[in-house]
T-cell receptor
Framework: AQSVTQLDSQVPVFEEAPVELRCNYS??????LFWYVQYPNQGLQLLLK??????LVKSINGFEAEFNKSQTSFHLRKPSVHISDTAEYFC??????????FGTGTRLQVFP | EAGVTQFPSHSVIEKGQTVTLRCDPI?????LYWYRRVMGKEIKFLLH????????ESGMPNNRFLAERTGGTYSTLKVQPAELEDSGVYFC???????????????FGQGTRLTVV
């Protein structure tokens, strides 16, 4: 079955520290990968996506993710987090269908 | 441009009652999706409309759930009768139809938090 795994349900980190949120997906011939973010009291917003081309994709607020086909991973990283990055982050995958398969989410808590 | 709007934001109902959730997609978006997140678990796909037609309803849990999109604009999701396990956050998303398997970005609403007691 097609699935997405986010092993870390919560990640606490101090401001300005680096962070990595892990995402692994079940293998498939072709996949499209996404990270969504949900800030408190808001809807899901697309943070970044990989469709093809360069395996390293970046968001406008300093996050980046690398598609690793051999590891079937799409980990999200930021070298220095800010208080405003506190949110829940969801990894999602398109398996050549028109629906997204989501992971269980990782709650990032940034402390001052 | 208004985003995807969902109403109500919260709903608390008793087991056995009926609840109707509404989603207004972004104007011009033919694709409309419903997803649900049960507490602590992943966000799961429920169904997909293209205009007023159900493209994929493979994620609908059972026949207590009825989704409609009359006229291809807003959509409603009715749960009748509601059970305790129906509690969760119901998300709606919309996107443009491009004719390809992978459509453009899906925009999500804030969700409706449903609590069945």
């Amino acid at each position: 079955a097609q699935s997405v795994t986010q092993l870390d349900s919560q990640v606490p980190v101090f401001e300005e520290a680096p962070v990595e949120l892990r995402c692994n997906y079940s293998s498939s011939v072709s996949v499209y990968l996404f990270w969504y973010v949900q800030y408190p009291n808001q809807g899901l917003q697309l943070l970044l996506k990989y469709l093809s081309g360069s395996t390293l994709v970046k968001s406008i607020n300093g996050f980046e993710a690398e598609f690793n086909k051999s590891q079937t991973s799409f980990h999200l990283r930021k070298p220095s987090v800010h208080i405003s990055d506190t949110a829940e982050y969801f990894c999602a995958v398109h398996y050549n269908t028109d629906k997204l398969i989501f992971g269980t989410g990782t709650r990032l808590q940034v402390f001052p | 441009e208004a985003g995807v709007t969902q109403f109500p934001s919260h709903s608390v109902i008793e087991k056995g009652q009926t609840v109707t959730l509404r989603c207004d997609p972004i104007s011009g978006h033919d694709n409309l999706y419903w997803y649900r997140r049960v507490m602590g678990k992943e966000i799961k796909f429920l169904l997909h409309f293209v205009k007023e037609s159900k493209q994929d309803e493979s994620g609908m849990p059972n026949n207590r759930f009825l989704a409609e999109r009359t006229g291809g604009t807003y959509s409603t999701l009715k749960v009748q009768p509601a059970e305790l396990e129906d509690s969760g956050v119901y998300f709606c998303a919309s996107s443009r139809w491009t004719g390809e398997v992978l459509n453009t970005e899906a925009f999500f609403g804030q969700g409706t938090r449903l609590t069945v007691v």
